[in-house]
Each structure stands twice: as C-alpha cells, then as structure tokens.
C-alpha cells in the first residue's frame, strides 16, 4: 500500500478492512491526483460507499446539504458521486461548471416515476394548488413545478406555502407522512423508493424481537406504517444529527445499506444492526467509476437552457427557505 492510502486508512478502518482496502490504494491515490489536477471537488452522498465517503469525498451530505453546498463550490469540476438527479441539481446551480457523474446509467425510481406532462396533467386537474417537487426527480419535471422540497425540508417547505392543500409529487409515502405531519391535505403521484418501499412493519417488528431496546431510524420515503413502527423518521442528514444528539446504545437505521457504515465509522460507540437494501444505482458509484470519470472528463451532466431556467427557480425557492436540514 503507497503511504498516502495507509495515512488514509484510519478515516475506513472501523468499516473496511485493512486487506481490502490494500487493494483499493491505487485508486484511492489516483482520484486524489486527478482532482488536483482537474481542480475538482467531489460531492458524495451519504449513500456512497465508505470508502468513498470517509476516502476521497470533499463534500458529503444528504440531498439537501448536497444541493445547498453545491452553491458555493469553488473549483472547476463537480464530481457528483450520487444519481442522476443530484448531478443535474448541482448543474442548475453552477451553470458555468463541469458536472461529471461517474455511471451515466445511476437513474432512480422515484424521478423515474414521473414526466413533465404528468406534472401538466394534475396541474389541470387541480387548478391553482401548488406543486410541490421532490428534488428526486428530473430537471424538466422541477421545469414544471412552483417548489421543490427533499426529505429533510418537506415539512417546512409545505407550511412555508400556508395553503391547505398541495400537489407534492412523486413519493407517495413522502407525501403521506408530509400530510400527517403538516394536516395540508396532499394530491401525490404512485411513485416510490425501490429501497424504502420494500420495509414492512414486520421488519422492524424482528428487529425489536431480535434486539431488544434498540432504537429504530427510518427514512420517511419509507411506508406511514413503517415510520409508525419507528421510534424517529428523518432524512439521511437528521437520522446523523439524532445518533448524535441521542448516543444510542443500539440503533438500526431503515435506509440503503451504506448509510450504517459510514455512520458507524464516525460513532464507533454505537452498535449498528444493518437490516437494509441495496440502492442498484447509487452503488453504481465506486473508486473505479469515479477514477474513470476523472481520467477521461466523461460523464457530463448538463441541463438544456430552457428547462434548466425554469427548474433553477424551483430549487432556488426550496433554498432560500431556511438551513433546516
Ligand atoms: P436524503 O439523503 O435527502 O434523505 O435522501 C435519501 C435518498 O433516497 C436520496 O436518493
Ligand atoms: Fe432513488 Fe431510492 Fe435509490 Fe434514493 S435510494 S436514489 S430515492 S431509488
């Protein structure tokens, strides 16, 4: 192993181990070469995989930080280690920037739920409510929505508008725990998380059985009667803050599998039981694809100008309500 990897290796090493990431140093010392070289800045999140995350990131958060730190990258390339939607979300805010991302095939399920004319469709069926957008979605969607909104914002983003009732697209089950959180009533979508939609309350019901007193963190694009069955439901970001603020003993966290391990790695006190799925896209992010991205300046991102005009205001609107997370 080069020494820059071994200086490296305590920032994975509660996560991954030595023998594996030996075999990951000279990946690990090539993207390191190539972002200075590049004057790039990598943007991971929080689903990436730990060495990814704690090795070669600069920036790590959920969609929301990603999205409000993109706004003040200083570089002249953006690699965003994500999926699609967040490459193209950094590429709104820094027009004049390169975005790269590193497997051009990282799509989601829930921004592929759903088209523009879809968007077209419930505003003519619902005339004058507000569409509020999820930030998983495609800039030509967000072209036609009034706001966008990410897991960690939703809830301040709908009582910001201070009507009783929204069209909040395309996440149903985002939408039903926003609409029982807020009693704005919700016109959704039938999309869904591929990962979250896929735990049940039985699921938590095992863990509790199997680990008794274990504090239980979900994701609320998972089901109301999962986030129910939790002891807390917040975004990536607030699912960090709470193992913080609370130091549990124990805790599972019902999200992406990845999450748990980059967690554990900054809170080694804490005991993870990792019940989780597997996101097929955002996994399609590794030391390999991000060198090869670098390497060869493939994999741009961009946004036609007359979508991206349109779609820069939705978010910008969802920016400049607050710093909640
Ligand atoms: P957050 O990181 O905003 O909680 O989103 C989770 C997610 O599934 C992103 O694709
Ligand atoms: Fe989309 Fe779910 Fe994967 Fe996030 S975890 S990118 S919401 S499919």
């Not at 730990?50 to 070669?56: A, K, R, T």
Request: hydrophobic share 45%; aromatic share 4%.
């Amino acid at each position: 192993m080069t020494s820059i990897a071994a200086d490296l290796y305590p920032r994975v090493s509660h996560v991954v181990p030595l023998a594996e990431w030996t075999t990951m140093g000279d990946d690990v010392e090539a993207i390191l070469r190539l972002k200075a070289e590049r004057n790039a800045v990598i943007l991971a999140h929080n689903y990436m995989r730990p060495e990814i995350f704690h090795g070669v990131a600069d920036i790590v958060g959920d969609s929301l930080a990603l999205a409000r730190k993109a706004v003040d990258v200083d570089a002249d390339v953006i690699v965003l280690a994500g999926v699609h939607f967040m490459a193209e979300t950094a590429k709104l805010l820094n027009p004049s920037k390169t975005v790269l991302i590193p497997d051009l095939r990282s799509g989601c399920s829930l921004a592929e739920s759903i088209t523009p004319a879809d968007v077209r469709a419930l505003r003519a069926a619902h005339p004058g409510v507000p569409v509020v957008t999820y930030v998983n979605t495609s800039a030509a969607v967000k072209a036609e929505s009034d706001i966008c909104c990410t897991s960690g914002n939703a809830v301040k983003v709908i009582e910001s508008l201070g009507v009783p009732k929204v069209i909040m697209i395309p996440d149903r089950f985002l939408a039903a725990n926003v609409a029982r959180q807020t009693g704005v009533e919700v016109i959704t979508h039938p999309g869904a998380c591929e990962v979250h939609e896929r735990f049940t309350p039985l699921d938590i019901a095992q863990i509790r059985t199997d680990y008794p007193g274990v504090t239980v963190l979900a994701h609320p694009e998972c089901p109301p009667e999962v986030v129910d069955a939790a002891d807390y439901a917040g975004s990536t970001a607030q699912m960090v803050d709470y193992v913080d603020a609370k130091a549990p003993t124990q805790v599972a966290l019902i999200t992406e599998c990845s999450m748990s391990d980059n967690v554990a790695q900054l809170y080694p006190e804490v005991d993870f039981v990792r019940p989780c799925n597997l996101c097929p896209h955002m996994k399609r992010n590794t030391l390999g694809s991000i060198r090869h991205a670098l390497e060869t300046m493939t994999n741009e991102v961009t946004v036609p100008a007359d979508v991206a005009e349109a779609a820069r205001r939705s978010v910008e609107r969802m920016l400049a309500i607050g710093a909640a997370k």
